[in-house]
């Protein structure tokens, strides 16, 4: 379960060349209680910072001098790091009046849309729904990769097959699994073990 107390903490860059829309937009998700939201003027700037950080969410203002908000939506998608990046395209364009930015916004690999002039709880619903999905890409990439890794690093016994855990007590695998990600397990039984297990019982009770 993802609550709005876990993605409050998650940062935000709001990109836009108009001081006045970085404001605005900076005050509503802090008044809704985000504490990473970061201003940037231009796209330029957000693709220096870019090198060195990424956020879980950008807003991004389509139209912008030098490096558009299309341009930059490019540029992330192009590179494996930053194609994850969850992208809310921002313009003042009206839906009613045209719909090409909305096409092209989402064909580029944006996430979501917003038109100006947009209510406050718009804004932050819209934020928290692109970072609950961020947050959960995260927490997914986090449980594959302890998966990943329970062959490298867990002792198997020999006999038993159990794993011993971080508190060196020996566990069955599915259990030890089941506590360190979310996975659920089901049972069922390989061919093998029907042949080599089921199929003579089976063939035992038929015969008493």
């Known amino acids: 379960m993802i609550y709005d107390d876990d993605l409050k903490s998650m940062t935000v860059w709001v990109v836009d060349d108009d001081i006045n829309n970085l404001r605005l937009i900076s005050a509503i998700l802090h008044q809704s209680g985000f504490n990473q939201v970061h201003s940037l003027i231009s796209g330029e700037e957000a693709l220096e910072r870019l090198k060195t950080e990424h956020p879980d969410l950008i807003l991004l203002d389509i139209i912008m001098p030098g490096i558009s908000g299309y341009e930059l939506l490019e540029q ?124 003579p019982q089976m063939a035992s009770l038929k015969n008493k």
């Open 76 to 199: 992330l998608q192009k590179n494996r790091k930053t194609a994850h990046i969850p992208v809310i395209m921002i313009t003042a364009v009206s839906l009613e009046e045209d719909m090409g930015p909305l096409r092209r916004s989402f064909e580029l690999g944006a996430t979501d849309y917003i038109s100006k002039p947009y209510a406050a709880v718009e804004l932050e619903m819209r934020v928290k729904s692109s970072l609950r999905l961020e947050k959960q890409r995260q927490d997914l990439e986090t449980a594959v990769e302890k998966i990943r890794s329970l062959e490298k690093l867990l002792p198997i016994c020999s006999y038993c097959k159990k794993v011993r855990s971080d508190k060196n007590y020996w566990q069955e695998v599915e259990v030890y699994i089941s506590e360190h990600t979310d996975t659920m397990f089901s049972h069922s039984i390989c061919p093998t073990c029907y042949e080599v297990h089921v199929k």
